[in-house]
């Protein structure tokens, strides 16, 4: 604490000035003031500003911009009003185009700087449209009790307090429009301070917002949330508990599911499942990932972190054998219900932590013609160190992180004679700072 408020006297006052050079990974522009570095939330590469800091380290200061003197090229107007406090967006005032391009200059540099490797071929970013693209979002509630009312959205930049949001432009416009109305009837019930978050969750047909509660709502509560159900085409679930303990409001659940039908599958979920929020980057990403894998009717594929079967399911449709890994009971249950919804009596599922130790595991016994990995942020280290000295032929591996994608790709280059063939972005979560991609490895021992 004392660090902290000598840290604060030390901010300088007033305005100071920069040419930017560079652009951070979370979307800040990069100066350098008398040898020490500056990221400047709001400004972009080339550009001269003016600048506020608003906290300086021991190893570089951060600051907001306040005047544009010489503005990018690249820069836009941002569409959401809400851009400037709301922490869910980064990069709206980027245009989208350029907005790939740092994404793809991020994930090459930490493949080169953590992984010390570099593809052979860099793939085509996977785009589509950039507003209105989200079918899943947590959403932060906060009862403001001198004001009298309810806020619902992101968390701001800088500060841990909801944004004063009254639509969304890059959620799913059912949702997305429909903030200020649903803050507006928080606000009328008795627990309005006891609902911390809302899940929002949608398919083609269905609108589903499950309500975290610390309290139970009241017979009248009830009826409001019915009304508005009815009004606005909107299921609600209740959660007082886990995510488990989540049930409809009206008794009856909803069927969410999603269709890719260049394989014929349609795969179900629950309002709280993960699924890949961007429902065409996600269909493209599926038949990239498939293409990149070279599969044959003759082939055993292990699809690991498989979730509900999104890669395993369509996968299925090709190879002889294949076996998705999950660590969550609840995914692989819906996972082998959404085989059998579909007939594909060629995929097996298994339950097992990937981060643990898995050598005695049934499903890592039998050899594999090729590997799909897509891991949370924190890679997959742990279970690439089982798959045996040889490993599968070719690996596709789905990333939700560069860094993790870098250093584990270092591995499997360094370590495990593979080839690192290609890598390349998508835009799962345009005007984001979050960086997806994908690569592909082959063995070294056998041909591309």
Request: some cysteine.
């Amino acid at each position: 604490m004392r660090a902290q408020r000598a840290a604060q006297r030390d901010i300088p006052a007033g305005v100071s000035h920069a040419g930017v050079e560079g652009f951070s990974h979370d979307g800040r522009g990069i100066a350098r003031l008398d040898g020490k570095t500056v990221f400047i939330e709001g400004a972009l590469p080339d550009e001269e500003v003016s600048f506020r800091y608003l906290r300086r380290r021991r190893e570089y200061d951060e600051a907001r911009v306040l005047e544009i003197h010489r503005a990018s090229p690249h820069r836009v107007e941002p569409r959401c009003s809400h851009f400037v406090t709301c922490g869910g967006c980064a990069m709206q005032h980027l245009m989208p185009a350029a907005q790939l391009v740092v994404k793809q200059q991020a994930l090459l540099d930490n493949l080169r700087r953590i992984g010390h490797v570099q593809p052979v071929e860099v793939l085509p970013p996977l785009t589509a449209p950039v507003w209105g693209y989200r079918r899943r979002a947590r959403l932060s509630v906060r009862h403001v009790p001198a004001e009298g009312r309810v806020l619902i959205g992101f968390v701001g930049k800088n500060t841990p307090h909801v944004t004063d949001t009254r639509r969304c432009e890059t959620l799913d416009p059912r949702v997305g429009e429909l903030i200020l109305p649903l803050a507006e009837l928080l606000n009328t019930l008795s627990i309005a301070d006891r609902i911390p978050q809302i899940e929002a969750a949608v398919d083609e047909v269905a609108t589903v917002l499950v309500l975290r509660l610390l309290s139970g709502p009241s017979d009248a509560d009830r009826k409001k949330l019915s009304d508005f159900e009815r009004k606005h085409a909107v299921c609600f679930y209740l959660q007082p508990g886990s995510v488990e303990t989540a049930e409809p409001l009206g008794g009856d659940r909803v069927t969410l599911s999603y269709r890719l039908a260049e394989w014929d599958v349609q795969i179900a979920f629950e309002p709280g499942d993960f699924i890949q929020v961007n429902s065409e980057i996600n269909r493209q990403l599926v038949k990239r990932a498939i293409e990149l894998l070279q599969v044959e009717s003759r082939h055993h594929v292990l699809d690991l972190f498989c979730g509900l079967g999104n890669f395993t399911l369509p996968l299925a449709r090709l190879a002889e054998s294949v076996t998705g890994v999950e660590g969550e009971a609840g995914l692989v249950k819906r996972a082998r219900a959404n085989a059998q919804r579909n007939a594909l009596n060629n995929a097996n599922f298994y339950q097992a932590d990937l981060f643990a130790d898995q050598s005695r595991a049934i499903w890592l016994r039998q050899p594999y013609d090729r590997l799909l990995l897509d891991p949370p942020r924190t890679g997959a280290r742990e279970i690439l160190d089982q798959l045996g000295k040889s490993g599968p032929p070719r690996i596709v591996y789905v990333s939700c992180h560069p860094a993790t994608l870098a250093r584990d790709a270092g591995t499997l280059v360094h370590a495990r004679r593979y080839r690192l063939l290609a890598a390349g972005v998508l835009d799962m979560f345009p005007h984001t700072a979050h960086v997806e991609s994908m690569a592909v490895f082959t063995r070294e021992d056998t041909a591309p």
